[in-house]
């Protein structure tokens, strides 16, 4: 249903300047998502580059996770960059229904820029909406990957495992990534992780170092597959903390 994916912002209507600071970001975040949001995925040499969905939970919880999170993206376009590049889609839901995404950024910087004008705010979880999406946009070409950073689950599991089914169907991992330990969120997120093939993987409130390792392995896997994590494996811990959690029995490493 079109009401569970999340919507593309239109160019902000033009007119007297308003005073409000916080109107004025959210100004610039729709001009920056109407100005990408018709751009196909790039490629390189008739390839097509990898492509990752970055989803993160923007609800006010999340703040201190969505700062660190805009500090850390870069890294990931620079761990793909020697084997062909990435082009990367942010999705991301605050509020009662706000959820929204961008297009196909190529560029790191300006994924950073837009991000760093997003503040949370208060609402409860849509990863249901995420799904949904990330199955579209699966459906349309070829995903590699979907990384989601959060740190609960206030929907039905039955609800989300249907809308992971078409990911799983179409060999889409869902990287699964909770700070904190809400026993809900990690059942929940565990159990999407099995049914895509992809990972569940915990990290500690103001481990920088952590989720970097993390979030550089999955875009290393979206625009490589597993052989191109496996090599990384020999040097990552975060490539093989996600290797092994991709084989677990579980799908997860604490």
């Known amino acids: 249903m079109a009401a569970d994916r999340p919507t593309s912002l239109k160019p902000p209507v033009t007119g007297p300047k308003l005073s409000s600071p916080a109107v004025s970001a959210d100004s610039e975040v729709a001009a920056f998502l109407a100005e990408v949001s018709a751009r196909a995925p790039t490629s390189v ?12 939970d923007a609800t006010m919880s999340r703040q201190p996770t969505w700062d660190l999170a805009c500090a850390l993206q870069a890294g990931m376009f620079e761990e793909v960059a020697a084997i062909g590049g990435l082009d990367m889609q942010l999705v991301y839901y605050r509020g009662i229904h706000e959820c929204r995404a961008s297009g196909w950024v190529g560029d790191g910087r300006r994924l950073g820029a837009l991000m760093a004008q997003i503040d949370c705010r208060g609402g409860r979880t849509q990863i249901g909406r995420v ?5 579209s946009e699966a459906e349309r070409a070829r995903v590699g990957a979907v990384v989601f950073v959060g740190d609960a689950m ?37 159990e999407i992780a099995r049914l895509t093939g992809g990972a569940w993987c915990r990290f500690d409130a103001g481990a920088a170092e952590q989720l970097s390792a993390l979030l550089r392995a999955a875009a290393r896997y979206a625009a490589g597959g597993r052989q191109a994590l496996t090599a990384l494996a ?11 959690a ?9």
Do not use: T, W, Y
């Open 45 to 56: 040499a008739g390839e097509v580059r990898g492509r990752l969905i970055f989803a993160l």
């Open 131 to 135: 799904l949904a999406h990330a199955g």
């Open 154 to 190: 206030e929907e039905a599991l039955d609800d989300l495992c249907a809308k992971a089914g078409p990911l799983a169907l179409r060999g889409v991992p869902v990287f699964l990534f909770q700070e904190g330990r809400d026993p809900v969120a990690e059942r929940g997120f565990r």
């Open 246 to 254: 991709m084989s677990g029995p579980k799908s997860g490493a604490g």
């Open 234 to 244: 020999n040097s990552s811990p975060g490539a093989k903390q996600l290797l092994a």
